[in-house]
């Protein structure tokens, strides 16, 4: 056999399609164009290892299973009993242990259906009032990194609060190391399998000689396969990275059922990504339709004064950035997965991400699309995978 499988991206997804094609026998060439693998899933070097995003997995998805086989979610953190007593709410400016009983009631609405051709905000308006909708948008917001969740599919949104705060506890599993250790591990079952892997490598031209998987973001994809329907909509999100030295004041998680920010501790489950003593967030802020990102960086840090009393005088690391496009799809009203890029491009061409036709959320369908890609790419090199 001498057609090979070429992965354009080295990040989760790519790496997923990589090994998940190798372990057919299939030979499998990797190329990334940046010097280390990981895109999005790469993390700051030691003593403070900070991530692009939220870098937590859910156990209850088919994504879960396959990480879980092979080893890459072996080692979990777990925060602490003092931790969880830490967790809180903005609500109309002040930082409270529960949600507003409206949300609650919301919360708990067990086998409701949402619909798919209406916005979220005016159909969640329709059933608990105006000011819980748009606390029930804001609380999401951490997955979606819009500042108008409202506006999306109700279908859409709904999914997401029933999995993050439905009535019974949310599958969240945290890495001890972070996504950078997953990356790290599956890097290196790529090349026990034999993946050839070159770092370093733009790829300027589709290469011929067997299936492809392109696995960059939407945007490097459509020029790669000169493909300008190559789109579709992601969240737009100002970072703050800091660590400090601990204390007990601090809030462990808030969410800000105001403006949609988010902010969590990593060292609360994981004391291997922070110097002994010390304590390391992230918070996030959605930006506004029309607002400067130091603006809303502005709004981030006075949502931290809240969180994190006197972080300032006792910041040990601060890193601040911005994502824009590269957070996962977002479903308008009348929009499913199904309608997004499609992974098959035709010609043994296949596209994999965070914004393709695949479900989950985020990271969840980088990998569902790599093994749906990968499993296409074999069967098109004859290779029968049962």
Do not use: C
Request: proline share 5%; net charge neutral; no cysteine.
């Amino acid at each position: 056999m001498n057609a090979h499988i070429t992965v354009i991206g080295g990040g989760l997804a790519g790496l997923t399609a990589a090994i998940a094609a190798a372990e057919t026998g299939a030979g499998v060439r990797l190329f990334e164009a940046h010097h280390r693998l990981g895109g999005r899933a790469r993390a700051t070097p030691s003593p403070h290892v900070a991530h692009d995003g939220a870098h937590v997995f859910y156990a209850d998805g088919p994504h879960y299973a396959w990480l879980k086989r092979h080893g890459f979610v072996a080692d979990l953190g777990w925060p602490g009993p003092g931790d969880w007593g830490r967790i809180g709410f903005r609500v109309d400016g002040r930082i409270r242990k529960m949600p507003p009983l409206g949300m609650i009631r919301a919360q708990a609405r067990v086998g409701l259906r949402a619909p798919v051709d209406v916005d979220f905000h005016g159909w969640a308006a329709s059933r608990w009032g105006e000011r819980t909708a748009t606390r029930l948008a804001n609380a999401i917001s951490v997955v979606t990194y819009d500042a108008d969740t409202g506006r999306l599919s109700a279908a859409f949104v709904w999914g997401l609060i029933r999995r993050a705060f439905g009535p019974t506890v949310p599958a969240v599993r945290w890495v001890r190391g972070g996504w950078q250790r997953v990356i790290d591990d599956m890097a290196a079952r790529a090349t026990e399998l034999g993946v050839v892997i070159e770092t370093d490598a733009r790829v300027e031209e589709l290469p011929t000689g067997g299936p492809v998987i392109v696995a960059t973001d939407l945007h490097a994809a459509r020029r790669l396969l000169d493909d300008a329907t190559l789109d579709w909509r992601s969240g737009h999100t100002v970072l703050l990275d800091v660590a400090v030295t601990a204390s007990r004041r601090d809030r462990t998680v808030v969410f800000d059922l105001d403006e949609g920010g988010f902010q969590e501790s990593y060292t609360m489950q994981d004391d291997t990504i922070a110097p002994p003593g010390e304590s390391l967030y992230q918070l996030q802020m959605p930006v506004r339709a029309g607002e400067s990102a130091p603006d809303a960086h502005r709004r981030l840090e006075a949502f931290a004064d809240l969180t994190i009393p006197n972080w300032r005088s006792r910041t040990t690391f601060h890193r601040t950035a911005a994502a824009k496009n590269r957070t996962g799809a977002l479903d308008l009203p009348g929009h499913t997965w199904r309608d997004r890029p499609a992974i098959d491009r035709g010609n043994d061409v296949y596209l994999v991400g965070d914004m393709v036709a695949a479900p989950g959320m985020r990271g969840e369908i980088s990998i569902n699309s790599a093994l749906a890609a990968a499993d296409r790419a074999t069967a098109a090199l004859g290779i029968r995978t049962s």
